[in-house]
């Protein structure tokens, strides 16, 4: 059995690079280097190299064995492929949940909307991602689908690169309506309103222009 404290150490290198890489902190093209990443982490190089295979994985970094690792570029066909497999699974979610919430997940989603218009006013991208993967979480983690969350969690960062290079005030203030009339239909437990819109949420991402 793998020890609590290496996987830690792998979760805490993986969250940290994917992060770096999804604020363009690490920009595309950008030559990744394992030891230079443990030093800044403060981390060994095995938990980096383990990160590293894993973003891989994911499309984020790419690598050529001997010879180099980079942070891929955003690739507006990759970019739509993850935003259609993201916008079917929270479908599902909205699908499997919305009949079920409790007036506090209604709550917590109203909540999320405030804080995501909040940020968008101010131009705060980090804070606006944030909101709103706690907006459409709580469909997620009311349906108690592991295999669900996990598919978003995958796939999501690659929309999010796209989405904070290409960030506006204006698209921030639509995406507010419509987080409105969402909660409505889950206020109003309107299953197949509360999917559509869900549907027309995150279509929108797929329809973006590069």
């Known amino acids: 059995m793998e020890r609590v404290e290496r996987r830690l150490l792998r979760e805490t290198a993986y969250e940290s690079i994917r992060d770096a890489v999804v604020r363009g902190d690490l920009a595309p093209g950008a030559v990744v280097n394992s030891a ?8 060994s190089r095995a938990p980096v190299r383990d990160a590293l295979a894993r973003l891989a994985g994911e499309g984020l970094v790419e690598t050529k064995p001997q010879s180099y690792t980079r942070v891929t570029e955003v690739l507006p066909r990759e970019v739509r492929d993850a935003a259609a497999v993201v916008r079917a699974m ?5 699908a499997t949940t919305v009949a079920q919430l409790t007036p506090g997940d209604v709550a917590a989603m109203r909540e999320a909307n405030r804080r995501f218009e909040a940020a968008g006013r ?4 980090d804070a606006a991602m944030a909101a709103d993967d706690e907006l459409h979480g709580v469909l997620v983690r009311a349906s108690g689908n592991r295999a669900l ?10 929309i999010r690169r796209l989405e904070r290079l290409q960030f506006a005030r204006s698209q921030a203030r639509r995406s507010v309506e419509r987080h409105d009339d969402l909660i409505a239909a889950c206020a109003a437990g309107d299953v197949p309103e509360a999917t559509r819109l869900t549907s027309l949420i995150w279509r929108s991402l797929e329809e973006r222009p590069a």
């Open 36 to 43: 230079e990443l443990a030093g800044r982490l403060g981390l």
């Open 90 to 94: 929270h479908e599902l979610a909205a």
């Open 122 to 125: 101010r131009g705060d991208i």
């Open 149 to 158: 969350a996990a598919t978003i969690e995958r796939y999501t960062p690659l």
